[in-house]
């Protein structure tokens, strides 16, 4: 079986497996076969946004994992940093999700880094971009090569969870093309507006929107497995 690690937006980009490797070890020690990495996965992300300052939810758990993945899924599943706003919108309704769900869902790039393949064309040659906020991100993302340096998605308060990704939309300083649509004279603008002005109800739709996410058609019961590595399959 083939992963999905190796999928294009996955490929070199997500990392932190050995923190999921840790807490699994933890819990197989403590009480072995019973909590699913699926389930770990949903806590961190909450215990992870609590960390840095954002809102709490309550995770419902009992997922199992899977025995099977699609490296062809991931690749068409998993939005591009490209998109358009109609292509994010059709991206999320695809999963259910409304396009005020969307915004909300996106606002956890108010954390967490970018590679500079994913905005160079964003930063040398993009529209909506303020310009010095492209020449400040330069430095660190050169036209050619440095293909994997980091820069924040959030360049205000990049380790707070909080609503300043909003309030750069507003300045045109998102890092993505798909972070910058949301707020580039569309259907958007004023869910951005929204948030940016109240950051009590950005937090609550985040909230309630990844609950949601966390709950689109989990494996239950007997289905799926309990890995004990969650690097693979029992
Ligand atoms: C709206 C469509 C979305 C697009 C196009 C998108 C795209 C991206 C891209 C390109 C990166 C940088 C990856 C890299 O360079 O390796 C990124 C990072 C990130 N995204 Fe999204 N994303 C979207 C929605 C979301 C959602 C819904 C969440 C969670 C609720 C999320 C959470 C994150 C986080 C936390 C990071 C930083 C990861 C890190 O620093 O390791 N994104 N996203
Ligand atoms: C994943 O990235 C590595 C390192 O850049 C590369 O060698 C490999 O070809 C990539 N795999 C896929 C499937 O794109
Ligand atoms: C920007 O556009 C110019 C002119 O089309 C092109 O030569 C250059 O490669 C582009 N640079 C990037 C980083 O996209």
């Known amino acids: ?102 915004v909300a869902l996106s606002g956890s790039h108010t954390i967490g880094q970018a590679r500079c393949t994913t905005f160079r064309t964003r930063i040398y040659n993009g529209t909506l971009i303020d310009s010095t906020f492209a020449t400040s991100v330069q430095a660190n993302c050169p036209s050619t090569g440095g293909d994997n340096n980091l820069s924040p998605l959030d360049t205000t308060s990049p380790t707070s969870f909080d609503n300043a990704y909003f309030k750069n939309l507003q300045s045109r300083k998102g890092l993505l093309l798909s972070d910058q649509q949301l707020f580039s004279g569309g259907s958007t603008d004023s869910q951005v507006n929204a948030y940016s002005s109240n950051s009590a109800t950005f937090t609550t739709d985040f909230a309630n929107a990844m609950v949601k996410m966390g709950n689109l058609s989990p494996l239950t019961g007997t289905n799926g497995q309990i890995r004990k590595n969650c690097r693979k399959t029992n």
């Open 1 to 102: 079986m083939t992963g999905e690690k190796t999928a294009g937006p996955n490929n070199n980009s997500v990392r932190g497996y050995e923190v999921i490797d840790t807490i699994k070890s933890q819990l197989e020690n403590l009480c072995p076969g019973v909590v699913s990495c699926a389930d770990i996965v949903a806590v961190a992300a909450r215990d992870s946004v609590v960390a840095l300052g954002g809102p709490s939810w309550n995770v419902l758990v009992g997922r199992r994992d899977s025995t099977t993945a699609s490296l062809n899924a991931a690749n068409s599943n998993i939005p591009a940093p490209t998109l358009s706003l109609s292509g994010l919108i059709s991206a999320f309704s695809n999963k259910g999700f409304t396009a005020k769900e969307m």
